[in-house]
């Protein structure tokens, strides 16, 4: 059974920083050769892709909102994917979520991920 699970999330003023992280488990142990992407929303907004990265994570893609604010990176060893955001502003308060594409390579369209963690929260004020 997939699982993603997410952690990290929390309250900060703005212009502080927070690092997300998020576990992923499978029995067929495929998700280090899979694509990982973070999406946000926000109380009444649509759900945003945020950032991804490619297996390796020698590519990284971001959103034009938290592009050089935000940093992906992954583990593939501790099985962890890590989203570093800084200078967190109050649009950036939102539940954060990761997720696993279906065809295992980077997209930023949320209808193009299957698998989804619960989300956490994370609250910046200002």
């Known amino acids: 059974q997939v699982q993603l699970i997410e952690s990290g999330g929390g309250s900060v003023q703005a212009g502080g920083s927070l690092r997300l992280s998020c576990v992923y488990s499978?029995?067929?142990?495929?998700?280090?050769?899979?694509?990982i992407g973070w999406f946000r929303q926000a109380p009444g907004k649509d759900r945003e892709f945020v950032s991804a990265?490619?297996?390796?994570?020698?590519?990284?893609y971001y959103s034009d909102s938290v592009k050089r604010r935000f940093t992906i990176s992954r583990d593939n060893a501790k099985n962890t994917v890590y989203l570093e955001m800084s200078a967190l502003q109050s649009g950036d308060t939102a539940v954060y979520y990761c997720?696993?594409?279906?065809?295992?390579?980077?997209?930023?369209?949320?209808?193009?991920?299957?698998?989804w963690g619960q989300g956490t929260q994370v609250t910046v004020s200002s």
């Open positions: 990265l490619s297996w390796s994570g020698a590519n990284t």
């Open positions: 997720a696993v594409p279906k065809n295992k390579v980077y997209s930023s369209s949320q209808s193009d991920y299957i698998y």
């Open positions: 499978d029995r067929t142990d495929d998700f280090d050769w899979y694509a």
